[in-house]
């Protein structure tokens, strides 16, 4: 015989106790300590803690709290905490789904033990009868609680369906708050977009507008400043010499103002020249002072051969504004001269009806040294030079013998020994400038044309050399009212 042990209906009873719910707060963490009178009346009330904050306090933490909460959350937070809330709910009802469920097999359980208990029963007399009546009472008292707890189930089965529709609707309400949100709030970015910019055209016009009047205010001002000044020197003379010094001051400033943009100027240029030879397919190596060789070498395989394109090389001023042709620099290397001092070069580079441009990034700079060894060479009547005779009226020289070039205040004198080659004094026949033919020893060489008919490359023991020759040549003839240059006839 199965019996039910009444301590089932205690089990039950506890299950029926809700949970105490995880969002109550409690004023304090301990039960209050009172008394009970008769009737269940409190005998003695619990004293106040000191420790609670007063309602001025509470009120404004709140107020922060809220302030805080309000400004963290927005439209779209309520919309997601909606759809979270619909979701539970969906999840609540499913899980009523199953305690309907579980309550039907509980009805049929309890039924059958019922049935087994009538049948055990009318087999049974005595004291097991007892029990087995007290069984079935037991059985029929679960029954009711089974009942009860199934009503209770319906309840909470409506109170969550009904949950679930209005999150449901609360969140269509969202979402639908979220778009008007969503349209309003792009009407206003919009509208203030249009209000920006029509302040902005009645700004501009606006300054436009007070700096012409403020030029013709400044115009009147001088002019009013200036008479004023004329009126004041006419009836004290002595100020004469303050507005000297006002003058000149200006034209420092002026001075130093123009200098400072002709510095920016050609900072600009050597940017500009910069950022034109980086694509270009040819690049241009080797110092750029006084003294070195400028080489064309491509920058990429499929750039095309230098030995079959035409090249020519230019001076361009610092600016950019000028560009002289170097006549017979038409070659991949070009030996720096003195005329080069200061500008930019450039070299054009022709193949297949294409050109191609690189110029220096900045202009020449002089070589180092070069001024304290010219005031040397200027303090002397006569000047020397050893250099080596490469080539005589365009032919190479066969002999590599040493000869003293000798640099003078009226003419210039080639000679071997007792034995003089070429004495000419300057005249405007002559020519003197560097070698353009390319080579090694180009930045130590010099084209030197004595008269028509005759001319010579001579190669110095150094660069330092070569360039203080032609520098020193030059300032000579320019002392005798010759302009000694290359065939560009440009010193």
Same mark, same amino acid.
């Given at each position: ?39 269940? !009346?409190?005998? /003695? ?15 404004? !933490?709140? %107020? ?15 919309? =997601? ?53 007290? @069984?079935? =009472?037991?059985? /029929? ?8 707890? /199934?009503?209770?189930?319906? !309840? ?34 919009? +509208? ?45 003379? +002595? ?21 400072? +943009? ?8 050597? *940017? ?62 070009? @030996? ?23 110029? %220096? ?21 006569? %000047? ?16 590599? +013998? ?14 071997? *020994?007792?034995?003089?080659? =070429? ?14 033919? *390319? ?53």
């Amino acid at each position: 015989m199965t019996k039910v042990s009444p301590e089932f209906e205690d089990e039950a009873q506890k299950e029926a106790v809700l949970s105490v719910s995880a969002d109550v707060s409690f004023i304090s963490d301990r039960f209050p300590k009172y008394k009970l009178g008769p009737d269940n !009346q409190i005998v /003695e009330e619990p004293k106040p803690d000191t420790n609670v904050p007063s309602l001025k306090e509470v009120v404004a !933490q709140e %107020t922060a709290e809220l302030t805080e909460q309000h400004k963290r959350l927005s439209v779209r937070d309520l919309a =997601s905490k909606f759809d979270k809330n619909l979701a539970a709910a969906a999840k609540l009802s499913d899980e009523a789904k199953l305690k309907d469920v579980a309550s039907l097999e509980g009805h049929v359980l309890l039924k059958k033990l019922r049935d087994a208990l009538e049948s055990l029963r009318g087999r049974l007399a005595g004291r097991n009868k007892e029990d087995v009546e007290k @069984a079935i =009472s037991m059985v /029929e008292a679960l029954a009711v609680k089974l009942t009860q707890k /199934e009503g209770e189930l319906i !309840q909470e089965k409506f109170e969550v369906k009904k949950l679930a529709n209005f999150l449901k609707q609360a969140s269509e309400d969202a979402k639908r708050l979220v778009n008007q949100e969503r349209s309003f709030a792009c009407a206003e970015i919009e +509208s203030a977009r249009a209000v920006v910019q029509r302040f902005g055209e009645a700004l501009d016009e606006e300054e436009k507008l007070s700096q012409s009047h403020g030029k013709q205010d400044i115009e009147k001002l001088i002019e009013e400043v200036q008479e004023a000044r004329r009126i004041r020197m006419m009836h004290q003379p +002595s100020k004469v010499t303050d507005m000297e010094h006002e003058l000149q001051a200006l034209r420092i400033r002026i001075r130093e103002k123009a200098i400072f +943009s002709v510095k920016l100027q050609r900072e600009l240029a050597i *940017g500009k020249r910069a950022e034109a030879n980086r694509f270009s397919s040819y690049k241009l190596d080797g110092a750029q002072k006084l003294g070195s060789c400028l080489r064309i070498q491509p920058r990429c395989d499929d750039a095309p051969d230098l030995s079959k394109c035409w090249i020519q090389w230019y001076r361009v001023s610092a600016e950019g504004s000028k560009k002289e042709v170097i006549s017979g620099a038409n070659k991949s290397v070009y @030996a720096l001269e003195p005329l080069d001092v200061g500008k930019c070069l450039q070299a054009d580079i022709i193949s297949d009806e294409q050109t191609v441009s690189v110029t %220096t990034a900045y202009p020449i700079e002089p070589a180092a040294g070069l001024t304290s060894y010219m005031d040397s060479l200027l303090r002397k009547a006569n %000047t020397e030079f050893n250099v080596v005779v490469s080539q005589m009226n365009g032919q190479d020289h066969s002999s590599h +013998s040493t000869h003293v070039f000798h640099v003078g205040k009226m003419r210039m004198k080639l000679c071997r *020994g007792w034995m003089t080659k =070429s004495r000419e004094s300057y005249s405007s026949s002559m020519q003197l400038f560097g070698y353009r033919g *390319g080579g090694n020893a180009a930045a130590k060489s010099l084209f030197w044309q004595a008269r028509k008919g005759l001319s010579f490359v001579l190669k110095f023991e150094s660069e330092r050399e070569r360039n203080g020759a032609i520098i020193l040549a030059r300032k000579c003839a320019l002392d005798c009212n010759v302009v000694l240059a290359g065939p560009d006839g440009q010193v």
